[in-house]
């Protein structure tokens, strides 16, 4: 598969993921599904090189940092998906599940 599309194809999935678990009731989330998808989102992270992950890393930070945020009332700061999805995290998370502060800029 080109990069461009794997890059692509680990963000789509990483946006999906952060607006399925939003703001979220235990009730409200398949488990499994839940554990698939992450599973799925750390292997297409694993698969990057660390020089692409290094391109995108804060922005990766920002969005599977809000969906920890949102499944941490859920799930427990311990939870082994919670661990699993702080794993693609470098940065620090961001301070809630809301938080969509920082900018995004674009080279024109």
Same mark, same amino acid.
């Given at each position: 598969m080109h990069i461009y599309k794997e890059i692509y194809e680990f963000a789509a999935s990483a946006g999906a993921f952060e607006g399925y678990v939003y $703001?979220?009731?235990?009730? =409200? %989330? /398949? !488990? /499994?599904?839940?554990?698939?998808?992450? =599973?799925?989102?750390? *292997?297409? #992270? *694993? #698969?990057?090189?660390?020089? @692409? $992950?290094g391109e995108f890393q804060s922005?990766? /930070?920002?969005? %599977? *940092? +809000?969906? @920890? +945020?949102?499944? !941490?009332? @859920?799930? *427990?700061?311990?939870? +082994?998906? %919670?661990q699993k999805l702080k794993s693609m995290i470098a940065g620090g998370l961001p301070g809630s599940a809301d938080d969509f502060q920082k900018q995004k800029w674009f080279d024109t």
């Open positions: $703001r979220k009731k235990k009730s =409200e %989330i /398949d !488990m /499994d599904a839940l554990e698939n998808w992450t =599973e799925n989102l750390l *292997g297409a #992270h *694993g #698969h990057l090189t660390p020089e @692409v $992950r922005a990766c /930070d920002q969005t %599977i *940092g +809000r969906a @920890v +945020r949102s499944l !941490m009332p @859920v799930l *427990g700061e311990e939870h +082994r998906i %919670i």
